[in-house]
């Protein structure tokens, strides 16, 4: 048996490229289980949280919004300043990069097994994608210093 492999070691393009698969798979199927079921209309519903300018927006606001961890942002910049010889067909090279970022920390919260995480984040870019939050989701990091703060 292999000993646990720190996925965060591995290079960005690799934990973008299946956390291209994870996310995607998310959204689709959050739209399935909102009834929708034409292939056509769930194809043009879907482009709406994964496309390139979709991710880069969500990392924008994430970023903005103080989301991620302090690990998780190190993932993020690694995905974003790999170098790939691929671009979006319908982005330029600078949102096909902070999306490639995006897909890393996917990615990497999936192979580390940290669902909930995963889970969390991935619920708050759709619903950041549908116009507002239904809860204000704030970096684990900070998370904790706020709860020392107020003495829990």
Same mark, same amino acid.
Request: charged residues 30%; proline residues 1%; hydrophobic residues 35%.
């Given at each position: 048996m =292999?000993?646990?492999?720190?996925?965060?070691?591995?290079?960005g #393009?690799? *934990?973008?490229?299946?956390?291209d698969?994870?996310? $995607?798979? +998310?959204? =689709?199927?959050? #739209?399935? =289980?909102?009834?929708?079921?034409?292939?056509?209309?769930?194809?043009? !519903?879907?482009?709406?949280?994964?496309?390139?300018?979709?991710?880069?927006? *969500? %990392?924008?606001? %994430? *970023?903005?919004?103080?989301v991620?961890?302090?690990? @998780?942002?190190?993932?993020?910049?690694?995905?974003?300043?790999? !170098?790939?010889?691929?671009?979006a067909?319908?982005?330029?090279? !600078?949102?096909?990069?902070?999306?490639?970022? +995006?897909e890393?920390?996917?990615?990497?919260?999936? #192979? $580390?097994? $940290?669902?909930?995480? *995963?889970? @969390?984040? %991935?619920?708050?870019?759709?619903?950041? =994608?549908?116009?507002?939050?239904? +809860?204000? #989701?704030?970096?684990?990091?900070?998370?904790?210093?706020?709860?020392?703060? @107020?003495?829990?």
């Amino acid at each position: 048996m =292999r000993d646990k492999q720190d996925y965060g070691l591995l290079n960005g #393009l690799a *934990l973008a490229y299946i956390g291209d698969a994870v996310y $995607e798979l +998310f959204v =689709r199927e959050s #739209l399935i =289980r909102q009834g929708n079921t034409r292939p056509n209309m769930l194809h043009q !519903k879907a482009t709406k949280y994964v496309s390139a300018n979709a991710q880069a927006d *969500l %990392m924008y606001e %994430m *970023l903005e919004r103080d989301v991620l961890t302090e690990r @998780e942002k190190e993932i993020y910049r690694r995905g974003r300043n790999a !170098k790939s010889h691929t671009t979006a067909k319908n982005a330029d090279v !600078k949102t096909y990069r902070i999306s490639t970022g +995006f897909e890393a920390v996917m990615g990497y919260l999936h #192979l $580390e097994g $940290e669902t909930e995480r *995963l889970q @969390e984040l %991935m619920t708050w870019c759709v619903q950041a =994608r549908d116009g507002g939050h239904d +809860f204000d #989701l704030k970096s684990q990091d900070h998370a904790s210093v706020n709860d020392k703060e @107020e003495g829990t």
